[in-house]
C-alpha cells in the first residue's frame, strides 16, 4: 500500500540524509510542505513544496529510493504537492526538474518557461544555480 503523509520536525533528519545522497539542498520546515511517501509502512521517497513569496512556490527534491523505483511513487508525491498547493490557493508553482523528466512533469500539468520576465528572482538565481550545478541539463517548468 503507498500513501503519502505530510513531514514533521522528527522526519527532517531522514529527509536531509536523503537529499544529501542526492546532492539536493537541505529542507527546513519552517518555509516547506514536505511530503513523505510511505510503501508498505516504509519510507519509500519525498518531495517538498518550498515557498518563495505569497504568490510563488517551487516544487523540488522528488526523490524515490532505490529499492522502491518503478511503483509511481513519484507520480503520488507530485499530485499530492499539486493538492497540496491547491488547498493553500498558491498562484505560481516552478519546478526545476532534470531536462529527461520533462514528459513526466508534463503529464503532471507543468509547462515549460519560455519568457523568463515574469519569473520571480529568486526560481531564476535557483535555475541558472542548478544550470551549474548539475552535469544533466535542467528545465524552467510552471503549473
Not at 32 to 51: F, H, M, P, S
Request: glycine share 6%; net charge positive.
Amino acid at each position: 500500500m503507498l500513501y503519502i503523509q505530510k513531514a514533521n520536525q522528527d522526519d527532517l533528519q531522514w529527509i536531509n540524509f536523503q537529499y544529501k545522497k542526492v546532492n539536493f539542498a537541505p529542507s527546513y520546515l519552517d518555509n516547506e510542505k514536505i511530503g513523505i511517501a510511505y510503501y508498505n509502512g516504509q519510507k519509500a521517497g519525498l518531495g517538498r513544496l518550498v515557498k518563495v513569496d505569497e504568490n510563488n512556490f517551487e516544487m523540488g527534491g522528488i526523490y524515490t529510493l532505490e529499492d522502491y523505483r518503478g511503483k509511481k511513487i513519484a507520480d503520488s508525491i507530485v499530485a499530492f504537492l499539486i493538492q497540496e498547493a491547491r488547498k493553500l490557493q498558491i498562484q505560481d508553482v516552478y519546478c526545476i526538474p532534470y531536462e529527461h523528466l520533462k514528459p513526466f512533469y508534463s503529464k503532471h500539468g507543468f509547462k515549460e518557461v519560455v519568457d523568463l520576465a515574469a519569473v520571480p528572482k529568486q526560481i531564476i538565481d535557483k535555475y541558472n544555480w542548478c544550470l551549474k550545478q548539475y552535469d544533466i541539463k535542467t528545465l524552467l517548468m510552471k503549473l
